[in-house]
T-cell receptor
Framework: GENVEQHPSTLSVQEGDSAVIKCTYS??????FPWYKQELGKRPQLIID?????GEKKDQRIAVTLNKTAKHFSLHITETQPEDSAVYFC?????????????FGKGTKLSVKP | DGGITQSPKYLFRKEGQNVTLSCEQN?????MYWYRQDPGQGLRLIYY???????QKGDIAEGYSVSREKKESFPLTVTSAQKNPTAFYLC?????????FGPGTRLTVT
């Protein structure tokens, strides 16, 4: 089955710097890759997602890139702000396949220092 | 996200008691899920349901049970057989692969 590895587990940056979180997946049939942000004690919130028919997607300060050949995808946050501090989870899914569940990475705790 | 509700927000139970966590959605989503999250940990899938009257076990189903009698509702029962039930429980629903989470229920069993 699918396995998703996420790195790093913790990341500390200065306000205004960029942050990059990377995930690799094992199942080449996976075709949907969302990213979630979870603030302390709150629900995970979908912040951006990408499907396998595109290589990059951007939404303001957040972007996701996908390399299907290497089976990895990354979250890029530019001009980080203290409110970006949270745990970020990546996930992968073979949408339309027999396994209909998101497989999550273990999360990255991002700290943005003012 | 506002269309998925979980109640209560906090729940306290004595060991040996069964407890049922509520999850309701008004988004007309077919699929619903239950996850467990322990402190500093990721999300582990307990049960999921792709359609009414059907559900499947996830990775950690032992000690839990669910029902899916209505599209809008997917309650989770934590039974006394669950050895370490204290955790944060998250319900989710999805449409066309996009999955949205409820606010969660924090269960404490003593």
């Amino acid at each position: 089955g699918e396995n998703v590895e996420q790195h790093p587990s913790t990341l500390s940056v200065q306000e205004g710097d960029s942050a990059v979180i990377k995930c690799t997946y094992s199942d080449s049939a996976s075709n949907y890759f969302p990213w979630y942000k979870q603030e302390l004690g709150k629900r995970p919130q979908l912040i951006i997602d990408i499907r396998s028919n595109v290589g990059e997607k951007k939404d303001q300060r957040i972007a996701v890139t996908l390399n299907k050949t290497a089976k990895h995808f990354s979250l890029h946050i530019t001009e980080t702000q203290p409110e970006d501090s949270a745990v970020y989870f990546c996930a992968a899914l073979n949408y339309g396949g027999s396994q209909g569940n998101l497989i999550f990475g273990k999360g990255t705790k991002l700290s943005v220092k003012p | 996200d506002g269309g998925i509700t979980q109640s209560p927000k906090y729940l306290f139970r004595k060991e040996g008691q069964n407890v049922t966590l509520s999850c309701e959605q008004n988004l007309n989503h077919d699929a619903m899920y239950w996850y467990r999250q322990d402190p500093g940990q990721g999300l582990r899938l307990i049960y999921y349901s792709q359609i009414v009257n059907d559900f499947q076990k996830g990775d950690i189903a032992e000690g839990y049970s669910v029902s899916r009698e209505k599209k809008e509702s997917f309650p989770l029962t934590v039974t006394s057989a669950q050895k370490n039930p204290t955790a944060f429980y998250l319900c989710a629903s999805s449409i066309q692969s996009r999955q949205y989470f409820g606010p969660g229920t924090r269960l404490t069993v003593t």
